[in-house]
């Protein structure tokens, strides 16, 4: 019997969190990530260019841009959505996408969508797909760019992959809790996977603690003055503080279980 198929997005945030997170042959967390065979990988096209626009080092677009064309990671238009949606909803594709994209939008911020995509509603043409991209992109084009744009993009083909693909959508994101939590409760079957999350899956894949510790140590160094990650307590109750070491000592020792919205449990 064949293993379910995952489909995971992959964000902007985790996309250049994951690969300055790397051992000291540089063999970066994104590149252990990329070769989970249980899954089959996606991002918006947005997040593409949020990757360009901000100069991260190191880097992570040359990584990205080769994994696209060797078909690691496929990448999604707005073209590759309303096309699938298509294939569902007929001539009522672009309809269909609008809803996606205000619910992605109110997720975040009420009120964001009727102030940027509101003129799209009243489209008198809605139906034709190469009119609607091109009022979409112009919208899209009035958005500062400080919004997180393609963290709301990302919402929708999130959505859009759920509606095909129900139950086997995860999404490798931020740490960002409350982005998270929205992520969660966007769709209800959405899985989440945080960069502790990254360390989880592959502690449980077999790989060895010295081995990742190495990553561990790096992306520490990044997160600078932080001395602590958040994690739920045994009663599910409360988020407590514990120290970034504890955190992967306690996670090794089997202390924790990975929460569907990405977050690290004390087991009872």
């Known amino acids: 019997m064949g293993v379910d198929k995952k489909y995971a997005l992959l964000d902007t945030d985790f996309l250049y969190k994951s690969h300055l997170a790397r051992n000291t042959k540089n063999h970066t967390l994104t590149d252990l990530v990329i070769e989970f065979s249980d899954y089959e990988f996606f991002c918006h096209q947005m997040i593409q260019k949020e990757l360009t626009r901000h100069e991260i080092t190191p880097d992570p677009n040359p990584w990205l841009e080769n994994k696209i064309q060797i078909g690691k990671v496929k990448i999604y238009s707005d073209y590759d959505i309303v096309t699938e949606l298509g294939k569902l909803y007929g001539a009522s594709a672009t309809s ?3 809803t996606l994209l205000q619910t992605s939008c109110d997720t975040f911020h009420a009120g964001f ?14 139906e034709d797909i ?33 509606i095909m ?28 996977i945080s960069i502790l999350g990254v360390f ?34 045994e009663s599910g109750h409360q988020r407590i503080r514990v120290p970034i070491q504890q955190v992967f000592d306690e ?18």
């Open 165 to 192: 693909h129900s139950n086997q959508v995860y999404i490798f994101c931020s740490d960002d809790f409350r982005a998270r939590q929205s992520i969660v409760s966007l769709t209800a079957p959405i899985h989440c």
């Open 96 to 98: 269909m996408y609008l």
């Open 251 to 268: 996670l090794y020792d089997g202390r924790f279980q990975l929460l569907r919205n990405g977050d690290l449990q004390y087991i009872k």
């Open 200 to 233: 989880y899956t592959l502690m449980k894949k077999g790989h060895e603690k010295s081995e990742m510790q190495e990553y561990y140590n790096r992306l520490n160094v990044f997160l600078k003055s932080q001395t602590s990650y958040r994690v739920w307590s």
């Open 113 to 126: 969508f009727e102030k940027y995509y509101g003129t799209m509603s009243n489209m008198d043409d809605l």
């Open 130 to 162: 190469e009119t609607f991209l091109e009022e979409l992109k112009k919208c899209d084009d009035n958005v500062p760019s400080q919004n997180g744009l393609g963290e709301k993009k990302t919402y929708v083909l999130i959505q859009m992959m759920e």
